[in-house]
Structures are given as structure tokens and as C-alpha cells.
């Protein structure tokens, strides 16, 4: 049997990067029943409402919808079950250490297969209020702008 190589994304939530400022991210291995894997192995999954928190010295995923699986029987998973996920008691610790303070939480950020593992991407975000979404979006554009007038100018379409 041919091993998988490479990531596969499997569920991305864009709308984090939008709502808060992400401070740190890290790799987290994530326990699946079979049924589950079946269902990603598929492309089908949602990090919206997910979060992550820790409980008795474990990190748990909460609110990630993974669909039931079509061809599945009486074995098949419930959707919204809160998860396991697989992170070294030192990264555990530090991430307990930065979410202790208020406004800090954890956001599930790409749900993907590397070399045939599940794995998710958490990070350890900060919320914005709406004037910092907004000064976001203003840096974006005016960058984008400047980028396009010097790409203009090199071009040699000046006018």
C-alpha cells in the first residue's frame, strides 16, 4: 500500500484571520474515530464555530462540524463531538500560560492531512474590535495599491 505524502487541506477557516490577530500557531495532531477520517478522507468538514480549550491538562477541539459519514451504519460519529488533540505537555503549558489572560483564545485555523495524519492548525488569537478590522483592511488595500503602481512603473506602461 502506497503511503500519502504531502498536505492535503481538508477545511480552512478564513474568517479567523478576519475577527482576530493571531499571535501564535501550532500543530496539533487530532483523535478520530473511523468514520470521521472516512468523512474528511471525503473533503467535507467546518472549523466555523470551532474553538479549543484545555481540560484537565488536555487540549480538546469543540464546535468542529465533521459530517457523518454517507456510507456509514450505527457506527457512524456524531457531528459536533468535542476532540482530542495531540500536543506535547510543554507546548500544553505554554499555551495555558498565554490563554490565561482575558480576550485570549484558541482558533482552529486548517484542518489537513500531512503524510496521511489528520492534523489541525491552532492558534492563540486576540479578538479585534471593528476600527481594527477596518485599519486591517486599509493597510491591506493601500499595500495592494503601491504594489500595483511600482509593477505599473517597472513594466514601463507609465503614463
Not at 500560560?97 to 500531512?114: E, N
Not at 504594489?147 to 513594466?155: G, K
Request: charged share 35%.
Amino acid at each position: 500500500m502506497v503511503k500519502e505524502l504531502g498536505r492535503k487541506l481538508i477545511a480552512q477557516n478564513k474568517k479567523a484571520r478576519h475577527d482576530f490577530a493571531i499571535e501564535d500557531v501550532y500543530e496539533c495532531g487530532i483523535v478520530l474515530t473511523g468514520t470521521e477520517v472516512k468523512s474528511l478522507r471525503a473533503g467535507r468538514a467546518s472549523l466555523i464555530d470551532g474553538f479549543a480549550m484545555i481540560e484537565n491538562g488536555e487540549l480538546w477541539l469543540h464546535g468542529v462540524h465533521i459530517p457523518e459519514y454517507t456510507e456509514g451504519t450505527w457506527t457512524n460519529h456524531t457531528p459536533r463531538r468535542k476532540r482530542k488533540l495531540l500536543v506535547n505537555k510543554i507546548e500544553i503549558r505554554k499555551i495555558a500560560a498565554r490563554t490565561k489572560d482575558s480576550g485570549i483564545t484558541l482558533v482552529p485555523l486548517q484542518l489537513y492531512f500531512k503524510d496521511g495524519k489528520a492534523k489541525v492548525e491552532v492558534a492563540i488569537a486576540k479578538g479585534k474590535k471593528a476600527h481594527d478590522k477596518r485599519s486591517t483592511l486599509m493597510e491591506q488595500q493601500a499595500k495592494r495599491e503601491v504594489n500595483r503602481e511600482l509593477s505599473r512603473r517597472q513594466s514601463g506602461k507609465d503614463s
